[in-house]
């Protein structure tokens, strides 16, 4: 039930919405004072989640920065949390925007920084058919020749909840020690590392597929953007999670 919940009451909490809602509200009200804030609150609304600098300066406070590895030997296992492919109409796998936690896990298996790969995801659409992201992922490591014996796949989960406990009964089963190399974007690396924590799961972060804070400041950082209002939306949407979860 949460599950569901979490999939349909999201758009409330997206700053496109509340500028939408506003903006809707102040076209319909008849009272012209109340019109007035409504709409002006809908511009400076607009204004502050389109900026660049200020998401910048959001995201080097929110993402969290990755740990230095040992230098010598493995780590036995790198988890890596889905979320980076998506199905097209044919039924067929692709990789999306995120597929940064791909390459990232990749790199650190093929370069024997893990001697296990652990790949986490199960379909997490509302309303979905049989496929499973880490199932049509297992079949594009085998295309780079990473071995069967060093992959493991999770693919029940939907989410980051299930990810935590669903890797854990996986890694219990296989007797790896801790601790573990967790590879996700580095805006859902602090939800996710509260959730494996709640989980007694051992992880190291490994943050990837950087969206924003890590570039420079520029003049075009302070011109109203559509891709900076759609990075607010997902990085509120992890502030969100984040409360909950740690309110559960």
């Known amino acids: 039930m949460f599950f569901i919940f979490s999939k349909l009451l999201v758009i ?17 009200v008849k009272k012209s004072h109340l019109k007035r804030r409504l ?45 980076f492919t998506g199905e097209d109409a044919n039924g067929n796998g692709y990789f999306n925007t995120a597929a940064d936690r791909f390459i990232e896990g990749l790199k650190l298996i093929a ?23 880490a199932d049509w992922v297992k079949t594009q490591l085998k ?51 509260g959730i494996f924590k709640k989980a007694k799961l051992d992880v190291i972060p490994y943050p990837c597929n950087y969206l924003a804070g890590n570039g420079k400041t520029s003049p075009d950082s302070f011109t109203p953007s559509a891709d900076a209002l759609d990075k607010w939306n997902i990085y509120i949407k992890e502030v969100v999670g984040t409360l909950v979860n740690y309110l559960k």
Request: proline share 5%.
């Open 143 to 193: 295309a780079f020749k990473v071995p069967d014996s060093c992959v493991l796949i999770e693919n029940r989960s939907r989410n980051t909840i299930e990810n935590a406990a669903f890797s854990k009964a996986v890694i219990n089963a296989r007797h790896l020690p801790p601790p573990y190399l967790l590879v996700t974007s580095a805006f859902h690396m602090r939800r996710s590392l």
């Open 12 to 28: 409330f909490i997206y700053p496109f919405t509340w500028i939408l809602g506003f903006l809707i509200a102040g076209v319909a």
């Open 39 to 83: 709409l002006i609150t809908a511009a400076v609304l607009a204004l502050i989640f389109s900026d660049t600098f200020l998401l910048d300066q959001f995201a080097k406070r929110w993402d969290i920065s990755p740990v230095p590895l040992k230098n010598s030997g493995s780590y036995s296992c790198v988890i890596v949390l889905g979320g």
């Open 111 to 133: 370069t024997g920084k893990a001697s296990h790969i652990l790949i986490s995801s199960g379909n997490g659409n509302l309303l979905h058919d049989k496929f499973a992201e």
